[in-house]
């Protein structure tokens, strides 16, 4: 029997799952404080100190509320993608989200109208100081948007629009199903959560079956999910052309605080370094037999950690590693696995994929996932326990100062995968293991650099072609494919052409371009554990400092603040990216020919 639960405990959030009477006395809550809210932002001291302070006092409540109602339904759905109760939920909390949003829109507006003076004065008062970031980068983006009236209509007509055709992607992975042999050698139809997992299988003959398999059902829906991707884009488009918007890495980049500067900087030191990855992936090639590596080889495992770990073992051993760091990172991972905040059983019905998602007025948090005993399972554990302790370190702020950008979520989920690996290589015994280990972590490095850049590239040409109209599947497919071969060097055999129709992060609205920020906190959190292993013991506490900051400083000035680094210069990234060259010289040498 096992030790700790494998299925999530959503009744400690609220009992009864979408027929929730709590949840309904939630929503109804959020409701009538958005009505408030309404009110104040009509009044005519709307701008004065006072109303100022009851505005953001109420909106940083209804926003822990929406953070924390959103977070309950995508848990729902994530369950049991056919939940048709949970779907309608969702499209409730939409319409709440959209009215708040709309308001918040009108309090930058007068934030953006207050006198620079007056303003000064009002960031003085104790309640605003503490939030004074938040409340000046809102201030700021108000100037670089339509007028208030214009971007609140936007956000209605994004219900059943914008985010209308990003929830389709949910219904279309739900009805997609993929044929698979069991066990007893009878055909299954497996969830795409489930045959997900079959990519990266030991056996390579299973894994060109599945990927067959899986090219073959996301190719039978492409028609709609290209379709489904261009309404998203299209509307973004046009709702960055009436902003006056000319680059479409404008809002992610906003989102995420940082500079196009530090973008470019890190890509380029990427560029640079890739070429040390590329013996590794020729390496790989050689010892499985083919010539190049296909898609599907590239997460294929090497060496013992093609073993099955039973999950109480992972969950052990995660805890053990996070101790060796900080007892209290180790503490909260065990309180995580024993309290049921991970859904980790793998069947039908679950969505594909794994996340994190936070209850801010519970102080708690869930991790999704489909856990069958790989390696890349026990990665993905370790990562998305990161998120839940970054959320957990930030519980006692304001609401406003805890909304950080995903960029430095990654690091903090990267930094935790870091110690597991890190450490349990180290610890490894048997050269098999150890070997097994370090390919595990190589192959990480493979996909910030090359398959993350692929969706980069992807997405960049996609919306350039876009605005010249509707792009075709096959258009689609071919974009994809050169994407990947240039991400690649030309290492890769077979592509995977369909993969912008199976990635849910294609279809996500609330998060454009939800892909270089996963790259940009694996190299940040590469630097903060090579700090780490310098100082020991007493970088614990300065890595807390650190993500207790992430959610009121732009990237700059947190890297400034705590490393001491210039991120919009390559030195700082040529130096993390040169750690997988270290990486890949060991496992050249492990796997030379006797």
Known sequence: MSQYPMKWNLDAIYPGGAGSEQFAEELAGMESGIAELYSLLAGEEASSLISVKRMTALSQQV??????????????????VRDLEAIGLNNRVQNISAKFFAAMTRFDHILRDIGDDAWSGMLRDEQLAEISFNLNERREHAKLKLAPELEAL????????????????NLIVSGAKFRAPGADGEERLLSAGQMANRLSDSDRSVRQAAFAEWERVWGSVADLSADTLNR??????????????????????????????????????IDEGKKALLPYLERKAKLLGIEKLDWHDVDAP???????????????????QFRAFDPAMADFAEMAFRDGWIEAEDRDGKRPGGFCTSFPKRGQTRIFMTYSGTASNISTLAHELGHAYHQHVMNDLPGLAQEYAMNVAETASTFAEMIVSDRAMKAAK??????????????RSVA??????????????????????????????????RAQREAFKDALGEAHPHFWASKMHFYLTDVPFYNFPYTFGYLFSAGLYARALEEGASFAPKYVALLRDTGRLTVEKLAEKHLG?????????????????????????????K
């Open 154 to 169: 936007a956000g209605d007509l994004a219900i059943d629009g914008y985010h209308g055709w990003g929830e389709l992607y």
């Open 232 to 269: 998203i884009a299209g509307f973004r488009l046009k709702l960055y052309e009436n902003r006056g918007w000319s680059s479409v890495l404008q809002e992610p980049l906003q989102i995420n605080r940082m500079s196009e500067a530090t973008l470019n900087a890190m890509w380029d030191a």
């Open 302 to 320: 090497i060496g013992s950690a093609t073993r099955t770990v039973s999950y109480d073992e992972g969950a052990r051993f995660i805890a053990e």
């Open 448 to 481: 910030f650099f090359m398959n993350i850049h692929a969706r980069l590239l992807f997405e960049k040409r996609f919306y350039e072609r876009r605005k010249e109209g509707l792009v075709t599947v096959s258009e689609l497919n071919e974009l994809m494919e």
């Open 63 to 80: 926003l822990l509320s929406l953070r924390q109602s959103q977070s309950f339904v995508e848990c729902l759905i994530a369950q049991n």
């Open 430 to 443: 048997e050269e098999d293991e150890k070997l097994g280990l370090l390919e595990d972590k190589i192959q």
């Open 565 to 593: 680094v210039n991120l919009e210069e390559q030195s700082f990234w040529r130096d993390a990216v040169s750690l997988t060259a270290e990486d890949v010289r060991l496992f050249l040498e492990m796997t030379e020919e």
